[in-house]
């Protein structure tokens, strides 16, 4: 789907003190950007950030980057954001432009985020070959681990069925312990839980809001490719592993 042009957002964002369009000088660098030495936590597409900003507000005590791929998204994030200040300074976020698919040349292990936030990402399920753009796709979750923290974590929510289920088997891939899951966010009803558009949409329709948590194991991954590439690798896989003779 073509999303029109917003006009206002590109000059509202070259203005914006918050916002960068060339993430990758901060790379390593990112702790300096803000005037408190706190967590930080990523937000990877962040969308319009409406969740985005009542997180910020609510957490003065958290700094933040929320990332996304267009100025028209990110034109409302910053909105929003403002909106959700009403008038006081922001100093706990910073708003990027970027293709999240080459994220190791935004971050460093020097960075050290804490905690990686993938909300209602593409599910690219149409077909299988399109599986590799997935934000929790393998290739993308090697990339997360060099800079995220030991113990580190990431919050994955989502609607698609088949997206989730497919990307258990990456996280454990990858060196991911799973901490927590729920195929239905809502009815279990985890706190604090902020509330995104595209969440509020599926939620309006009856579609139950899958949600999973992982942590990063420390040490060293060694991934055998052939298991990932394309959907349906891994449980394929232990099949063959389950029905071998010893």
């Known amino acids: 789907m073509h999303m029109r042009t917003k006009k206002w957002a590109k000059p509202e964002l070259e203005v914006c003190p918050y916002f960068t369009n060339e993430p990758e000088t901060k790379r390593g660098h990112w702790r300096e950007q803000f005037k408190k030495d706190q967590p930080l936590y990523l937000e990877l597409g962040c969308g319009k950030g409406v969740s985005t900003a009542a997180m910020v507000r609510d957490n003065l005590d958290i700094n933040y980057i929320a ?30 432009r970027y293709d999240i698919s080459y994220i190791e040349k935004v971050f460093a292990p020097e960075d050290r985020v804490e905690r990686i936030y993938i909300n209602f990402c593409n599910p690219w399920t149409k077909r299988p070959k ?28 989502t609607d698609d069925d088949a997206l989730f289920e497919e990307s258990l088997p990456y996280f454990d891939a990858c060196g991911f312990e799973l901490r927590y899951l729920t195929s239905d ?59 071998e003779e010893p």
Request: charged residues 30%.
């Open 67 to 96: 990332m996304d791929i267009t100025c028209n998204v990110l034109g409302d994030t910053r909105r929003n954001i403002e909106k959700a200040f009403d008038g006081e300074p922001v100093k706990n976020v910073m708003i990027a």
């Open 185 to 243: 966010l809502h009815a279990a009803g985890v706190t604090p839980n902020y509330i995104s558009e595209h969440e509020m949409k599926f939620t309006a329709l009856g579609v139950p809001i899958k949600f999973a948590r992982f942590a990063k194991k420390p040490g060293r991954v060694e991934l055998d490719p052939v298991r990932w590439v394309m959907p349906g690798a891994f449980a394929k896989l232990r099949e063959d592993d389950e029905t």
């Open 130 to 157: 399109y599986a590799k753009r997935r934000l929790t796709h393998p290739r993308q979750l090697m990339q997360y681990r060099d800079f995220l923290v030991d113990g580190g974590e990431i919050w994955f929510k």
